[in-house]
Nanobody, 117 residues
Framework: QVQLQESGPGLVKPSQTLSLTCTVSGGSIANNAWTWIRQSPGKGLEWIGVISHDGSVYYNPSLESRASISRDTSKNQFFLQLSALTPEETAVYYC???????????WGQGTQVAVSS
């Protein structure tokens, strides 16, 4: 069974950079594609970006200038950095696996991030 676990700070000040880690067990990140998704209060899910099995990265065009996704295959972890945060980006941040079937089949439990001074 594939399991994902997000970790990172729960509070970030405006204009600072958020750094999150997703630790994967039960499956290798060298297989499949791995995504970051967020949900702000009262809003739907927003796709941030994906890192594919070969390390290629694709971003939501609206976030591309501020987002960076990377990975460490030796630790089976992938990472999100999102710079210049605003309070409107307070959200639950999720990591998830994008399966070949075309669905997000495994999700982390999510980590709450508040952007506030």
């Amino acid at each position: 069974q594939v399991q994902l676990q997000e970790s990172g700070p729960g509070l970030v000040k405006p204009s600072q950079t958020l750094s999150l880690t997703c630790t994967v067990s039960g499956g290798s990140i060298a297989n499949n594609a791995w995504t970051w998704i967020r949900q702000s209060p009262g809003k739907g899910l927003e796709w941030i970006g994906v890192i594919s099995h070969d390390g290629s990265v694709y971003y939501n065009p609206s976030l591309e200038s501020r987002a960076s996704i990377s990975r460490d295959t030796s630790k089976n972890q992938f990472f999100l950095q999102l710079s210049a945060l605003t309070p409107e980006e307070t959200a639950v941040y999720y990591c998830a696996r994008w399966a070949e079937s075309g669905e997000y089949d495994f999700w982390g439990q999510g980590t709450q991030v508040a952007v506030s001074s």
